[in-house]
Every structure is written in structure tokens, then in C-alpha cells.
């Protein structure tokens, strides 16, 4: 007896709208705030408002410049954070790019190894000094610290799992790494790991109690330079003394440079200026050459071997679905081999420089609303005053009652005026609202700061009362 043909009444899934490629190109201004609005995050676009970045739509982006839908060429001195390194499509890994894509070379290979993986991790261990030389691929810097901290920790174990951090750090918003990220904003009111403690950053005096009094502590967490801190240094010798105290205490030590490596100090590492050589390192942001995410945790083989190096213990954090993916690796190998080919960490040390005389200059210039300079190689921090100390003496005392609230509002008038004005877009920093922070890429030139500088200075010289009111005739324009 033959079976009956089996027949499927399912009914036939019905094609929602969808924008295409195409469509999604010609968007507007309007609609793309609308959408964003409705789909990604309406509370940020409050502060998009607040800076008219939200009438701003950028079309392209070549080298220094994005490039607007109505023509504007904005010189970029916020560099993504630190990801645009090689700026905005760089020729030489824009046409690897295509190349591997024209050769319909792999890009998931999960069941076989991967000779782009294999090579990038080979690349990273030929650069990083000392004995960092195990290399794990993943996407982001979270997920790159996250790979740096559970290393750290399987090798340890748990009799020595306790994590130092230090004040105002930012590790990643993921789960782990956003329990020794240093905000109470971010950390908002998730359940966070509880084997952490916090030390002031740059005290080396704190972390030797710390570590003399509990040897629970195993690890030690800091980046080289704080980033989200507002550019901010450990005094001279503090890594040295740290890498002494760890070593004494059998202690590892992890140095978090996603933003501070990959050349933007005029080394590839920044700790490499004093010398030392931590257990454990990350990088991510410029790392996929300025055109694909990717993050890498680079560890001591020892440190490696004793955490995942058995058959049992191998694949407790192996590589992830898209850790080592073929395009993202290809394009980090050719951007590592255009770092050195252009001296593209010998620009950043001479810009960088440079950048810092000429804002030493304005701070001399204008010490009623510059604060402090600070940072090394294309990281510099430009911190103002608080508002009350920009006022005349009669009114100080008064407007100081306000300052924690306005904290914050002189960076972002003068950064909307840079870009309103002037077509320059800097960036800010998450925990003192006072810093202007200047990350361009490593390709800028003398011409380019000398533009950036010009533009600054003019929006300095009409001193608080001028900014503020300039500030407030581009908000009224915009309302019409």
C-alpha cells in the first residue's frame, strides 16, 4: 500500500516592507532621524539635537573627511574613537578588501583552520615584546577584554580570582568586564561580578595595600591611558612599579589598550615606553584597519597554555563564530603592514607633538577657559574650566552652586560650533564632561592640525559669553 503524497497547507510567508541597498542610500536626513528614532535609541537623539549632529547626513568618507549628502567636508579630529586609525578608507586595505571578495575567498571557516586567522595572530605575536604571543580573535574590545580577563583567571584559579581596577576605567558594557568598568551610569542596575577592587589609578602606594593585604588578588586591570577618564597618565615609573609589585605577589597583570594601542601613542603599545611587558593585553577599535571589527586578546604563552592548553581545557574559550572571520582578518594584516610602511606611529608621535605646542599655546593664550593639556601621541585630552571659573569674580561664588550641573556644557558648545561653523568634528569623554578629546587618524598632516587649531582658537577668542550665545543663535537657526 503506497503512502499518500504528503501535502503542506502552511500558508506562504508574506514579504514585510524592507528597504533595499538602494532605498536605504537615498534615505534623507529626516527620515533616517525618524527611524532612529523609532528603532535604535530616542533617548540618544536628545543629545544628537543637542550638538545638530542629528541635520547632519554623511554620505562618504575618504582619508581625513566625511563627506556630507549636501557636499561638506568635515575634517575629523574624533577618528571613532580611536578605530579610524588609517582613515576612512584607506586605498591599500580597501582594495585587499576587494581582492579577497573578487577571489570569493572564505569568510566562515568554524570546521578548518583559517590561514588569515593563523597569519593575523602570527603578525600580533612578531610585534607584541616580550613573550605575548597567544593570540585570541574576536570582534569588539569588550569581547577582546572579556577573552583577557577569563584567561587571566583559568590561569590563576580560583584561590587568586580577585580583580584590581582602578577609578574612572572603561573595560566594555558586557556582563564581566562591566563590573570593573568604573561608572555608575553604565553599570546601572545589572548584578555584577563581586571578586573586584577599586583602586584610585596611578597610586601605586593603594595597590601595593591592596595587593599586601588580600592575596586573593590575582589580577590587575588598567589601561594604559584612560580614554573615557579623559586622557589621563599613571605618573612616570608607575608601570614599572606595578609589573614589580605583581611579579612579587605572583599577581598578572593585564593592560587594556583598545584605544591607546595599535600606534596612536608613536608605539604600537603605549606601555612600551616604560619598558614593560604585561601578562596579558588587548587591542580592537583601528585593529581592523579602519573597515572591519575585530579585537584581539594577546597573552604569555605560559599564561595561555596554563589556562586552555590541555585537550580538556581547549575549548573553554575558543574562538567564537565570528572571531578571525576571512575579510576582517585580511583587512587587520594589510592595515598592520601600512602602520609600518607608511610610519604612520612616527606621524602620530610628530602630529601629535606638535598638536600638543600649539594647544599649549592657546592655554597660555586663554587660561580663563583651558584647564589642562594633556596626553601623548594623537590621544590628547583638552580639559576646560567649570563655567564658574570662566565668570568675573562677583559672580563665581553663585554660578559655583551650578557647575556640577553644567559640567560639560562649554565642551559641547564649543564642539558644536567646531562643527557648525567650521566643519570639524571632535569627540568628548564619559566621565569628566569637562574634556574635549582629539583622537584624528594617524594620517593627518601639519596642515590639517594647523586647521584644527585655527578653528579652535577663533571659537576660544569670543571668550564664555561669546560661545554661549553663539551656541544659542545656532540652536535658535535650527528651530527656526
Known amino acids: 500500500m503506497s503512502m499518500p503524497a504528503f501535502k503542506d497547507d502552511s500558508p506562504v510567508a508574506q514579504r514585510p516592507k524592507l528597504y533595499t541597498v538602494e532605498q536605504a542610500k537615498e534615505l534623507d536626513a529626516a527620515t533616517v532621524k525618524d527611524l532612529f528614532a523609532a528603532h535604535i535609541n530616542p533617548g540618544q537623539l536628545h543629545f544628537l539635537k543637542l550638538l545638530g549632529f542629528d541635520k547632519i547626513l554623511v554620505d562618504r568618507a575618504e582619508g581625513m573627511h566625511y563627506i556630507t549628502r549636501d557636499g561638506r567636508k568635515i575634517l575629523d579630529f574624533f577618528g571613532g574613537f580611536c578605530s579610524v586609525a588609517f582613515g576612512h578608507n584607506h586605498p591599500r586595505i580597501v582594495a585587499a578588501r576587494k581582492t579577497f571578495q573578487d577571489e570569493n575567498r572564505h569568510e566562515i571557516c568554524m570546521a578548518f583552520m583559517s590561514q588569515y586567522a593563523s597569519a593575523l595572530a602570527a603578525n600580533l605575536a612578531a610585534i607584541s615584546p616580550g613573550d605575548l604571543d597567544m593570540v585570541f580573535l574576536g570582534s569588539t574590545g569588550s569581547e577582546a577584554m572579556e577573552a583577557a580577563l577569563k584567561v587571566a583567571e583559568q590561569a590563576q584559579g580560583p584561590g587568586k580570582s580577585r580583580i584590581l581596577h582602578a577609578a574612572n576605567s572603561f573595560h566594555g558594557k558586557t556582563k564581566g568586564v562591566l563590573s570593573v568598568t568604573d561608572s555608575t551610569l553604565y553599570q546601572s542596575q545589572f548584578k555584577l561580578v563581586e571578586n573586584r577592587v577599586k583602586v584610585p589609578f596611578g597610586d601605586i602606594e593603594a595597590v601595593r595595600q591592596a595587593l599586601e593585604s588580600d592575596p586573593s588578588i590575582g589580577i590587575v586591570v588598567m589601561e594604559t591611558i584612560q580614554g573615557g577618564g579623559g586622557i589621563v597618565e599613571a605618573p612616570l615609573g608607575f608601570w614599572r612599579e606595578l ?238
Open 243 to 480: 609589573r614589580a609589585l605583581c611579579d612579587k605577589h605572583g599577581v598578572l597583570w593585564v593592560a587594556d589598550e583598545v584605544q591607546c594601542g595599535l600606534g596612536r601613542t608613536g608605539q604600537f603599545f603605549a606601555f612600551e615606553r616604560d619598558g614593560v611587558v604585561p601578562d596579558v593585553t588587548a587591542l580592537a577599535k583601528a585593529l581592523g584597519g579602519s573597515k572591519a571589527a575585530m579585537g584581539a586578546m594577546i597573552a604569555r604563552r605560559e599564561i595561555y597554555m596554563k589556562a586552555y592548553g590541555k585537550p580538556k581545557t581547549a575549548l573553554i574559550h575558543a574562538q567564537a563564530t565570528f572571531g578571525g572571520m576571512g575579510e576582517a582578518c585580511i583587512s587587520a594584516i594589510e592595515g598592520l603592514n601600512v602602520l609600518y610602511d607608511e610610519d604612520l606611529m612616527g606621524n602620530a608621535q610628530r602630529q601629535g607633538d606638535y598638536l600638543l605646542e600649539r594647544l599649549n599655546a592657546l592655554r597660555v593664550k586663554y587660561p580663563n577657559l583651558l584647564k589642562e593639556i594633556r596626553g601623548r601621541g594623537l590621544m590628547i585630552g583638552v580639559e576646560f574650566r567649570d563655567i564658574s571659573e570662566t565668570m568675573p569674580f562677583g559672580v563665581k561664588h553663585m554660578v559655583a552652586l551650578l557647575d556640577d550641573k553644567l559640567k560639560g556644557s562649554l565642551c559641547g558648545f564649543v564642539g558644536a560650533l567646531l562643527l557648525k561653523e567650521h566643519d570639524v568634528l571632535v569627540a568628548f569623554t564619559e566621565y569628566n564632561r569637562n574634556v574635549i578629546r582629539l583622537e584624528p587618524p594617524l594620517i593627518v598632516t601639519r596642515e590639517q592640525c594647523d586647521q584644527f587649531i585655527a578653528a579652535f582658537e577663533d571659537v576660544l577668542s569670543r571668550g564664555v559669553t561669546g560661545i554661549v550665545t553663539g551656541y544659542l543663535r545656532k540652536i535658535a537657526a535650527a528651530k527656526g
